[in-house]
């Protein structure tokens, strides 16, 4: 009888990529949407601020009764909190069956063996074979029109807060004809946009018969897939913003306008305490060469307030940063001392003082995030419908510049690529109606 398997996925997008490959590589497992009645319950789990690490110990939790009520039921624990913490999650939860780490998940049918015999299983290596080339090749099923691609794992940049390269190894790139190989199936199964993901992915160096590729060559050549209609990556580093890359924002018809490059901070002090290797005027530099070549691109980031050390003027620094390059979204969070890094070692801003610092920089997030929404009423924009919407005969898809769209239709399916005029901007989404 097929089992059934649930998975609770935290944390960036490769993690979201990781658990389809999990329950892929999981036979006699069909996948459902709630723990209840679960055979296999595995968290997917992401280490990146405190909060992120406790939640997993808190999801175990209420995981009890479910497991008194049905001994046969398994509990694993994947992801960055499983590659940090191995055996030590098993110690302050023993109910949890299997410990696997992101570069050993192709083993996880042996661990599910180990587990079922009443065995704690555990791996958290960095193994030498290719998970990629051991895990089973996607199966044929249609798919939805978006998919992710992981073409880079790792990181060698060693921010001062991360702890990224101690969980995903070192930097590593998939041989160039296996991501061509995936993208064609994915294509094949109804997919045309493609998000390219890794942890550094502009960092990405793949092999092909001797030759290296960077990431503009592989995106140029992913384009000339007919049926592919859109290409994304996520996410970069801006010290490895190559010349050809930032070209291809400007000549490559399916790289979509919209780029997500972190900067963290607008103060050198904090940048180089942080060792970005980059300072507040080379990103704004980087960031007008990609416009001049994209004009209407839209960028996103991320920021850390309050790291170890951060001023009044240190923080002023990275609002002016904010002023200065305009953004369509991004990311921020209150630093969090994460153990074994250097910035652990530091003094922390006091909590009061980091919190205000984050109201106040959300505030303007939201102010540009809006005037960038509201800058694309009247505007033609192509749409690409993922789903229904919530009223009758609404369809939502995503703009190239990756604003949520609700078009009201009763002609389009999941999957349709259609040009529409936005007619108006709301909190969170556009509304638009079609040509
Ligand atoms: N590889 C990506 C993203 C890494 S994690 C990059 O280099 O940009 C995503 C974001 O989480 C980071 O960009 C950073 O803003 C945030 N982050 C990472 N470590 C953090 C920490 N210790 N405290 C708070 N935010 C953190
Ligand atoms: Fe973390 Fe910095 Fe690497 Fe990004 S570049 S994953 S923030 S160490
Ligand atoms: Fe989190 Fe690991 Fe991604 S720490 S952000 S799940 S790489």
């Known amino acids: 009888m097929t089992k059934k398997l649930y998975i609770k996925t935290y944390g960036c997008q490769m993690n979201v990529y990781d658990s389809e490959r999990m329950a892929e590589v999981l036979e006699g497992y069909e996948q459902v949407e709630s723990p209840d009645g679960a055979d296999m319950?595995?968290?997917?789990?992401?280490?990146?601020?405190?909060?992120?690490?406790?939640?997993?110990?808190?999801?175990?939790?209420?995981?009890?009764?479910?497991?008194?009520?049905?001994?046969?039921?398994?509990?694993?624990?994947?992801?960055?909190?499983?590659?940090?913490?191995?055996?030590?999650?098993?110690?302050?939860?023993?109910?949890?069956?299997?410990?696997?780490?992101?570069?050993?998940?192709?083993?996880?049918?042996?661990?599910?063996?180990?587990?079922?015999?009443?065995q704690k299983?555990?791996?958290?290596?960095?193994?030498?074979?290719?998970?990629?080339?051991?895990?089973?090749?996607r199966p044929k099923a249609q798919r939805g029109p978006t998919a992710f691609l992981t073409v880079q794992e790792g990181c060698d940049k060693f921010c001062a807060f991360c702890v990224v390269p101690y969980t995903r190894g070192a930097e590593a790139s998939r041989p160039v004809a296996r991501v061509l190989a995936e993208a064609e199936e994915l294509v094949a199964r109804g997919v045309r946009e493609i998000t390219l993901l890794g942890q550094n992915v502009n960092a990405y160096h793949g092999e092909d018969g001797g030759e290296t590729w960077g990431l503009a060559r592989l995106i140029r050549r992913l384009a000339e897939i007919d049926e592919l209609k859109r290409i994304r990556f996520t996410t970069s580093h801006p010290n490895d913003m190559e010349d050809d890359l930032i070209a291809a924002h400007g000549d490559c018809e399916k790289l979509m306008p919209y780029l997500h490059l972190p900067v963290q901070s607008g103060s050198d002090r904090i940048l180089k305490r942080m060792n970005r290797k980059h300072t507040a005027a080379s990103y704004i530099a980087l960031i007008e060469r990609i416009r001049a070549a994209r004009p209407d691109l839209l960028l996103s980031g991320d920021f850390i307030v309050g790291f170890p050390e951060e001023t009044e003027e240190d923080f002023q620094a990275t609002l002016d940063l904010i002023e200065r390059v305009r953004y369509g979204a991004a990311y921020s969070f209150k630093y969090s001392a994460r153990p074994g890094t250097p910035a652990a070692e530091r003094p922390d801003v006091a909590a009061d003082v980091a919190n205000d610092r984050l109201q106040r920089l959300q505030a303007l997030i939201t102010r540009q995030q809006r005037a960038a929404q509201d800058a694309m009423v009247g505007r033609e924009v192509h749409v690409l419908i993922e789903k229904p919407g919530r009223m009758p005969g609404q369809m939502v898809g995503k703009s190239d510049h990756l604003h949520a769209v609700h078009v009201t239709s009763d002609a389009l399916d999941v999957g349709d690529l259609v040009k529409v005029r936005i007619t108006d901007s709301g909190p969170n989404s556009l509304a638009g109606r079609l040509l």
């Open 41 to 118: 319950i595995l968290l997917n789990t992401c280490h990146i601020r405190e909060k992120a690490a406790e939640k997993v110990y808190s999801e175990l939790g209420r995981y009890k009764d479910l497991k008194q009520a049905n001994p046969d039921l398994k509990i694993g624990v994947a992801g960055c909190v499983a590659q940090a913490e191995g055996e030590e999650i098993m110690r302050r939860q023993p109910m949890v069956d299997l410990v696997v780490g992101p570069q050993s998940y192709h083993r996880l049918p042996e661990l599910e063996a180990r587990a079922r015999a009443g």
């Open 121 to 137: 299983a555990l791996d958290t290596d960095f193994p030498e074979e290719d998970k990629f080339e051991k895990l089973k090749r």
